[in-house]
């Protein structure tokens, strides 16, 4: 990892998941050689008394100045519209926003940024689990459906658009079920994992894999997701399936599961180990 000296890495965000990506960075980064360079938070004011004054970055045009290798996004898929583009002009880019990719405009621009700058774009599986077997069934042809359901308390959601107005009707309430493409726009922070799926499954995509979000009254500590997937029917009409169920402790209200921190820690790690090849890959 460290060949060339420490990766220098920037965080972009500093909610609960950037603040933990900062902790660690800096308690853990060292002896794995990883350099914090810079920190930026749309509100400066949250940085203050936590990130030295040296890392917090004013402005996120000037993060060139830095010279990083990688920077993490973990903000809100704005941030990959508007900017994505721009810092891979600089650096390897890591999504933890995906669901900003279901923008196909925005999709084009970062791979055309990435063959031109020669930096890749790294996106987190963040809670989709199974990612790898996804892919590779997907990769041989198998995969004929797949289906992200993510249920959690109705005050886990950031909801906008249409369904900021949905209401529950009962302890258990579909808000939405359709293509992932569709429920993106309308909940940015909540389809990341879905987000994930249809990135893992390029032949289905985000118009193929079929998101659902349901609003669930008993589940006020934890995200549940659950994956469904099925193959193409063999000679004798019988399919291959896999149901997996992950339920993720999370605070109440919380937007981000606890195990989901662990795993994106674990995504930046893989980053800075895989070669830096133009592009959009899961890790």
């Given at each position: 990892?460290?060949?060339?000296?420490?990766?220098?890495v920037?965080?972009?965000?500093?909610?609960?998941?950037?603040?933990?990506?900062?902790?660690?960075?800096?308690?853990?980064?060292?002896?794995?050689?990883?350099?914090?360079?810079?920190?930026?938070?749309?509100?400066?004011?949250?940085?203050?008394?936590?990130?030295?004054?040296?890392?917090?970055l004013?402005?996120l045009?000037?993060?060139?100045?830095?010279?990083?290798?990688?920077?993490?996004?973990?903000?809100?898929?704005?941030?990959?519209?508007?900017s994505?583009a721009?810092?891979?002009?600089?650096?390897?880019?890591?999504?933890?926003?995906?669901?900003?990719?279901?923008?196909?405009?925005?999709?084009?621009?970062l791979?055309?940024?990435?063959?031109?700058?020669?930096?890749?774009?790294?996106?987190?599986r963040?809670?989709?689990?199974?990612?790898?077997?996804?892919?590779?069934?997907?990769?041989?042809?198998?995969?004929?459906?797949l289906?992200?359901?993510m249920?959690?308390?109705?005050?886990?959601?950031?909801?906008?658009?249409?369904?900021?107005?949905?209401?529950?009707?009962?302890?258990?309430?579909?808000?939405?079920?359709?293509?992932?493409?569709?429920?993106?726009?309308?909940?940015?922070?909540?389809?990341?994992?879905?987000?994930?799926?249809?990135?893992?499954?390029?032949?289905?995509?985000?118009?193929?894999?079929?998101?659902?979000?349901?609003?669930?009254?008993?589940?006020?500590?934890?995200?549940?997701?659950?994956?469904?997937?099925?193959?193409?029917?063999?000679?004798?009409?019988?399919?291959?399936?896999?149901?997996?169920?992950?339920?993720?402790?999370?605070?109440?209200?919380?937007?981000?599961?606890?195990?989901?921190?662990?795993?994106f820690?674990?995504?930046?790690?893989?980053?800075?180990?895989?070669?830096?090849?133009?592009?959009i890959?899961?890790?």
């Amino acid at each position: 990892m460290a060949d060339k000296g420490p990766w220098r890495v920037g965080v972009v965000g500093y909610g609960r998941l950037g603040q933990s990506l900062v902790s660690r960075l800096l308690a853990q980064g060292p002896e794995l050689g990883l350099e914090l360079v810079f920190v930026w938070n749309r509100d400066p004011g949250r940085m203050a008394g936590s990130v030295p004054p040296s890392l917090q970055l004013q402005k996120l045009a000037a993060l060139g100045e830095r010279h990083p290798d990688l920077v993490v996004e973990v903000a809100h898929p704005k941030i990959i519209h508007e900017s994505g583009a721009q810092i891979l002009r600089h650096a390897n880019l890591l999504v933890g926003s995906p669901s900003a990719l279901s923008d196909q405009t925005t999709e084009r621009q970062l791979l055309e940024a990435s063959q031109h700058w020669n930096h890749a774009v790294f996106v987190a599986r963040g809670a989709l689990w199974g990612t790898e077997d996804i892919t590779r069934l997907d990769a041989a042809g198998g995969l004929r459906s797949l289906r992200v359901t993510m249920a959690t308390h109705p005050d886990g959601f950031r909801l906008e658009g249409p369904l900021a107005a949905a209401h529950s009707t009962g302890p258990r309430t579909v808000l939405y079920e359709g293509p992932v493409r569709g429920l993106c726009p309308f909940a940015p922070r909540n389809s990341n994992t879905m987000a994930a799926a249809a990135l893992a499954a390029p032949s289905l995509g985000f118009d193929g894999v079929t998101g659902v979000l349901v609003a669930d009254l008993s589940l006020t500590d934890m995200h549940v997701v659950d994956v469904e997937l099925s193959g193409h029917p063999g000679p004798r009409g019988r399919s291959f399936a896999v149901h997996t169920h992950r339920e993720n402790p999370a605070e109440p209200g919380a937007v981000t599961g606890s195990a989901t921190v662990t795993a994106f820690w674990r995504s930046l790690l893989a980053c800075c180990e895989l070669p830096s090849r133009p592009g959009i890959h899961l890790c």
